[in-house]
Nanobody, 123 residues
């Protein structure tokens, strides 16, 4: 069984920073073989792509709304992917999810999902 566990969410003022972590585990899950993605979902809205990173960590992709403010990296030795969020805006408020299996922007392309962590940005 594969588990993805996000952490690091919380309440932050606009302009602040947070770093989310997503720790992966599972007896048959080889983290270093999976591309990873981050998504977010605000109340009443569809889940949207935030960014993704290739299995080796060499290539990252970002939604236009976060490019230049957010950064994704991974530590395959720790089975963990990170989302560094800077210059946060109130519109970044959402539940953030990590997912495994693709670098694509479509949620259906991902195989495994975490339970999500809440990020709230106050104005």
């Amino acid at each position: 069984q594969v588990q993805l566990v996000e952490s690091g969410g919380g309440l932050v003022q606009a302009g602040g920073s947070l770093r989310l972590s997503c720790a992966a585990s599972g007896r048959t899950f080889t983290f270093s073989s999976y591309s990873m993605g981050w998504f977010r979902q605000a109340p009443g809205k569809e889940r949207e792509f935030v960014g993704s990173i290739s299995w080796g960590g060499r290539t990252a992709y970002y939604a236009e709304s976060v490019r230049g403010r957010f950064a994704i990296n991974r530590d395959n030795a720790k089975n963990t992917v990170y989302l560094q969020m800077n210059s946060l805006k109130p519109e970044d408020t959402a539940v953030y999810y990590c997912a495994a299996g693709s670098v694509e922007r479509t949620p259906a392309n991902y195989v495994y999902w975490g339970q999500g962590t809440q990020v709230t940005v106050s104005s």
